[in-house]
């Protein structure tokens, strides 16, 4: 671990270094891109610079994380409920704001750190230092990076401009050029993604810490079934979305087909001090002691959840029949956590405390809404000081199988749509079917008939909650997504590409606004802030957190599926005689 960080300052010094004069000899004691760009070794050394912006796992200290921890900006969507909800983006920032191809102190990864690395290998000259063979991997490494960091600019912003050479300040007509498609952007990123895919080894160096052919397949299904939903919803483009989602499916089916992964126990894979040998992870960052810790697990273990889960959310877990909870006999109705509970999708308990409602008043670490998630609580930690604060050592997932399952699925159940093969139920058994058989969840198989979801041994069926715009399937498939994937960042963001922000809206859905159901007479410690069905009076109902007027969620902006350009960039463009295009609807 401690030769990671060391790592790190190397390369951040490195890649840092100026160009000497090409007749000055380069001093033997000192680094530079001299002496420093000469072996496969500190090809390797360059490339955990990239780690910890991109492979944050669950951070460090108490910065924010993908993962819950109550605080990340994506609690904005329909998951979580607050008494302050997570409002929209207001305005546009003065600076920042996301847009930025060079790196810096605090993001030490870019774009242009890509375009060195890649410019840098190709320099190193082949020898008993470097083979052909490792060039060509640490290229694919290098360019990896680049496309990874490229899918990330193109999800938040759109069109941006391409760099695929390091540039100078004296490249003013390039560095201020105009913003390059989306499509054009996201076709280079394919291009890098496949260069990776065949050059980049499987042996990518230390098991499941490194990047190597298995973790490029696996972002690939991520970014291009990001990519395909986009074309097919926001930009009508039926052609380009079959052609991306053809690749996110290609990329997952490489993973289901390798035989190298497979499902055990769900909540071992957020709670492990050890994630070395579990065979879902195909990347994790590792934790230890006074070395690297975070704080994601003390939010499920030690500090009040803020936003906690909502109605809307829990109602999404299937009844153990494999059917709808609106729509099963084996449902037991809302009256109370057991009834709540019982004969459920087995990753509700895996997810959420099973045993009682955490209210308000009546424990320390309670839920606003009374649900409380344990998922990344090591029960074995919870009275360490490795448990508390930001001392938490449990192994945070970078990618796993299990969201591999589960882009294979969207993008098989998209591509029918698009013009591509029809969605079948040999795609379900290599899929959703392989997440239901994992130990402790044993749904019934799902199986598809035209556009309508049936359950093996039952039937078709519809489920009573779908939104009217989305097939019975899709909806199928993407309710099974926010079940197998929640509170892992996915959700804002597939709200996102769906077009379905207005799901957030706390107007329009109420369910997103509601806790558990209680009896106030039952429950003589409760905060008296608890309000049940916006009325402060009410003694048995549904726990409203934001029940004032003032906290409503309204979404009517159709301008927030982009982010908006900060404006001193707009401003340095226009210095440079050049007009740099703000998003829609942020002029």
Not at 81 to 92: F, G, L, N, R, S
Not at 195 to 208: I, Q, S
Not at 246 to 258: F, H, T
Not at 562 to 580: A, C, K, S, T
Request: hydrophobic share 35%; with cysteine; net charge negative.
């Amino acid at each position: 671990m401690k030769n990671k960080y060391i790592y790190i300052i190397c390369f951040l010094f490195v890649m840092g270094s100026c160009k000497k004069d090409f007749l000055e000899k380069p001093p033997l004691d000192e680094l530079s891109d001299e002496t420093f760009w000469t072996s496969e070794n500190n090809a390797r050394t360059a490339a955990f610079g990239f780690y910890s912006t991109y492979f944050i796992g669950y951070a460090n200290g108490f910065s924010p994380s993908p993962y819950y921890d109550g605080h990340y900006d994506k609690a904005l969507s329909d998951d979580f409920a607050a008494v302050t909800p997570v409002e929209y983006i207001k305005q546009i920032p003065a600076s920042g704001g996301g847009w930025s191809f060079s790196h810096t102190s605090s993001k030490p990864a870019s774009i242009r750190r890509a375009n060195q690395f890649i410019e840098k290998v190709e320099e190193i000259e082949i020898g008993d230092k470097m083979s052909e063979e490792a060039k060509a991997h640490w290229i694919g490494v290098g360019r990896f990076f680049r496309a990874y960091e490229y899918c990330l600019l193109v999800q938040r912003f759109g069109d941006v401009p391409w760099f695929d050479k390091v540039l100078s300040e004296k490249d003013t007509e390039l560095l201020y050029k105009p913003r390059d498609s989306r499509s054009f952007v996201m076709d280079k990123v394919l291009e890098d993604f496949k260069f990776a895919v065949e050059n980049v080894r499987l042996d990518g160096g230390k098991d499941k810490l490194t990047v190597n052919k298995d973790v490029v397949l696996a972002f690939m299904s991520r970014m291009f079934l990001f990519e395909g939903t986009w074309q097919k919803y926001h930009e009508n483009d039926e052609k380009k979305a079959k052609s991306y989602l053809e690749e996110a499916k290609w990329a997952a089916n490489e993973l289901i087909s390798s035989g190298r992964y497979s499902l055990g126990n769900y909540r071992e894979v957020f709670t492990s001090t050890d994630l070395s040998n579990n065979p879902e992870i195909i990347l994790y960052r590792q934790y230890a002691a006074g070395i690297l810790t975070h704080c994601v697990m003390s939010y499920n273990n030690k500090e009040p959840q803020k936003n906690a889960a909502n109605k809307n959310l829990i109602d999404a877990y299937l009844a153990s029949d494999g059917l709808p909870i609106g729509i099963s006999s084996q449902y037991k109705g809302d009256k109370g956590i057991q009834n709540v509970m019982e004969n459920r999708d087995g990753r509700i308990k895996e997810t959420f405390v099973s045993s009682k409602l955490m209210l308000p008043g009546e424990t320390s670490a309670d839920a606003v809404t009374g649900f409380s998630t344990h998922k990344f609580k090591n029960e074995a930690l919870a009275n360490d000081p490795t448990g508390a604060n930001a001392l938490n050592i449990t192994d945070g997932p970078v990618i796993r199988y299990g969201e591999v399952l589960m882009n294979y699925a969207e993008a098989a159940v998209e591509l029918a749509t698009v013009g591509g093969s029809a969605f079948t139920n040999v795609d379900l058994d290599k899929s959703i079917n392989v997440l239901r058989d994992r130990p402790g969840v044993d749904l019934p198989h799902l199986q598809v008939a035209g556009n309508l979801p049936v359950v093996d041994g039952i039937g078709s069926y519809e489920d009573p909650s779908r939104d009217g715009t989305v097939s019975p399937i899709i909806w199928e498939i993407r309710r099974e997504r926010r079940v197998e994937l929640v509170y892992e960042g996915f959700r804002y963001d597939d709200l996102r590409r769906w077009k379905k922000l207005e799901y957030t809206d706390t107007e329009a859905n109420p369910d997103i606004n509601k806790g558990a159901w209680i009896n106030k007479d039952e429950h003589s410690n409760l905060a008296s802030d608890v309000v049940l069905d916006k009325d402060p009076a009410k003694k048995q109902g549904y726990i409203t957190p934001a029940w004032a007027g003032s906290s409503r969620r309204v979404f009517n902006d159709s301008r927030l599926y982009l982010y908006p350009l900060p404006l001193d960039q707009i401003v340095l463009y226009r210095e440079h005689g050049v007009e740099l295009k703000q998003n829609p609807g942020w002029n």
